[in-house]
């Protein structure tokens, strides 16, 4: 067996050293006795005594290139968590039993009487935490929280990231960068008042103050996290929510405006308007014209989910886990099929494959937005073309949809618009695809029903599955 040798009726373990190493353990080789002559038991040790190695030597590896830094104190957690040691700082073990720091010290007589190992360091409080500055966190929050972005794509990932480096640049400006485990309650205090002052004079809202209070709140739980420390102080819980100023408690609420049928006919359909716009970029917004969908559930999709060969043309919007395709959606209620009808059918049609120009890039929203302000072809400055979503939906309205009908097809919560919890089945695709023909608009080659018509199919659909609600009602 490799690493096994044996030495007189003894065997021992024996293991090249990594040339990584070489800095730490000058020897060439490693070897350790295995206290048994049974090659049975030898056999089973190995893998346990090397594992043992190589954590040691990436702690004194870690240690010497990084001393002080989170991958140091990880290093030598790793090797506790082997010993079955408990994390403890110097100071920890001096204050506390003296009964488990002389048990600390004699199974260190044992495996290293020398004292030269990281186990040493660590046996005897080698855990002083980092002093690792709060900016630093902020960068690294896509590895210290990884199960938050390992299904965003690389979009995603940049803008999920971008939010904490932002709070944690506003906390330089406001205090300062600091070490994560020197940040006082009266810096968070400083912190709050630095978000309710501009606040007040009416530069943010409070909504925008207390989600970057919440930022910087989240990256010391995530330090923490990262280094399993369970118990810890955050400055930044406990503090008392910014009060809203009265010029926010006047303000109308604030939506964004919406576009009148007419002009997204004019504007959008007719494809006059954007033939300075790339082929892609023109199809994703007819789509989201057409379907009510939000931006980046169409430009993101992936091929498998374009369901173009189907009794009912469709999307599927959901998450996404493999490779490039990855994509998380913005909310459980996103996850949904969308009928493709008139110009979002033909304009699927002409891209099957999806939008690989923008697919996991966030090149769209500026492309789009600079073509219609360049050209004037926005009704003022205020709209925005994420308001063709909006618009969409006071479309069904007009149509008389239900609220509830309109929300499952928007990606909406039906339990939030309940208020309750949510029983029975989903609307049927096929009804799906109804009533969105009674809001898509007619293209040169297809012409949508009469309403009556419509609902009249919606009601046979119903009658055959035994229902007695009439369509006149949804």
């Not at 090249?16 to 060439?28: A, E, I, L, M, W």
């Not at 004079?201 to 990256?219: C, D, F, P, S, V």
């Not at 033939?275 to 999709?301: F, H, M, P, S, V």
């Not at 309403?451 to 009602?473: C, F, M």
Request: net charge positive; hydrophobic share 35%; glycine share 6%.
């Amino acid at each position: 067996m490799t690493n096994l040798i044996k030495r007189g009726n003894v065997f021992w373990f024996r293991m090249r050293c990594p040339k990584k190493y070489r800095n730490v353990f000058p020897q060439s080789h490693i070897s350790e006795s295995l206290g048994t002559d049974s090659k049975v038991a030898a056999e089973a040790l190995v893998p346990q005594v090397k594992q043992k190695w190589l954590l040691e030597l990436e702690a004194r590896e870690t240690g010497t290139q990084s001393p002080g830094s989170t991958e140091t104190f990880r290093a030598m957690l790793q090797l506790a968590n082997r010993e079955g040691l408990r994390p403890a700082t110097a100071t920890e073990l001096a204050e506390g039993s003296l009964d488990v720091l002389l048990s600390r010290l004699s199974k260190l007589q044992t495996v290293d009487p020398t004292g030269q190992s990281a186990l040493f360091a660590a046996t005897l409080g080698g855990f002083e935490l980092p002093e690792t500055m709060i900016s630093e966190v902020a960068s690294k929050m896509s590895e210290y929280l990884s199960s938050h972005v390992q299904n965003k794509n690389a979009r995603q990932k940049r803008t999920w990231g971008n939010k904490y480096k932002r709070a944690s640049k506003t906390f330089e400006v406001a205090i300062q960068d600091k070490p994560v485990i020197k940040i006082t309650k009266d810096d968070a205090y400083a912190f709050r008042r630095y978000w309710a002052n501009r606040v007040d004079t009416e530069e943010i809202t409070t909504a925008y103050a207390h989600k970057h209070i919440g930022y910087l709140r989240m990256i010391v739980d995530a330090f923490y996290s990262y280094l399993q420390v369970d118990e810890y102080f955050n400055p930044f819980n406990d503090l008392n929510p910014i009060e809203k100023p009265r010029w926010e408690r006047l303000s109308a609420e604030s939506r964004k405006p919406e576009f009148t049928p007419k002009w997204i006919q004019e504007t959008i359909l007719t494809g006059d308007k954007l033939k300075g716009l790339n082929e892609q970029a023109r199809d994703i917004l007819i789509i989201c014209a057409e379907t009510g969908c939000r931006q980046t559930e169409i430009y993101d999709l992936p091929a498998t989910s374009i369901k173009l060969a189907e009794k009912i043309p469709h999307i599927e919007i959901k998450l996404e886990t493999e490779g490039d395709n990855k994509r998380e959606i913005k909310t459980k209620s996103s996850n949904r099929k969308v009928p493709l009808l008139g110009a979002a059918l033909e304009a699927m049609r002409r891209n099957p494959c999806g939008f690989p120009a923008y697919q996991g890039k966030g090149s769209f929203s500026n492309t789009v937005s600079k073509h219609f302000k360049k050209n004037g072809l926005l009704p003022s400055e205020s709209h925005q073309l994420s308001g063709l979503r909006h618009s969409y939906e006071t479309r069904m309205r007009v149509a008389k949809i239900d609220n509830e009908e309109r929300a499952f097809m928007m990606g909406h919560s039906i339990r939030k618009l309940r208020g309750r919890e949510v029983y029975g089945t989903k609307t049927k695709l096929e009804i799906q695809a109804l009533l969105a023909e009674l809001v898509v608009f007619p293209t040169k080659t297809w012409k949508p029903r009469m309403p009556n018509e419509i609902h009249a199919l919606i009601d046979e659909i119903l009658e055959k599955e035994g229902h007695r609600a009439r369509a006149s009602v949804l």
